[in-house]
């Protein structure tokens, strides 16, 4: 059975920075394209940042540019998502995904809230 684990969540002010991370299980991860998105109240939920199998390319939405790194641990079956220079807008629960071919897995989503 697949599961995905994310953590590092919670409450940051403005400016503040926050590390999540993402714990697979059951999949061979090394294999898999892993990815962050988020989804915001009322907003389709969007593309974050994502990260080869190898960790050589990684890809960001332009509002994360320069503030977000996506990395991944292959021996730790763990993939990261380091946000800094934190916004209000970026207040979202934040999802990671495993997809590989046809296969795409989710995790339950860990909540980010950005305010004073």
């Known amino acids: 059975q697949v599961q995905l684990v994310e953590s590092g969540g919670g409450l940051v002010q403005p400016g503040g920075s926050l590390r999540l991370s993402c714990v697979a299980s059951g999949l061979t991860f090394s294999m898999y394209f892993m990815s962050w998105y988020r989804q915001a109240p009322g907003k389709e939920r969007e593309l974050v940042a994502g990260?080869?199998?190898?960790?050589?390319?990684?890809n960001y939405a332009d509002s994360v540019k320069g503030r977000f790194t996506i990395s991944r641990d292959n021996a730790k079956n763990t993939v990261y998502l380091q946000m800094n220079s934190l916004e209000p807008e970026d207040t979202a629960v934040y999802y990671c995904?495993?997809?590989?071919?046809?296969?795409?897995?989710w995790g339950q989503g860990t909540q980010v809230t950005v305010s004073s």
């Open positions: 995904r495993a997809h590989l071919v046809s296969m795409r897995y």
């Open positions: 990260i080869t199998s190898v960790g050589g390319s990684t």
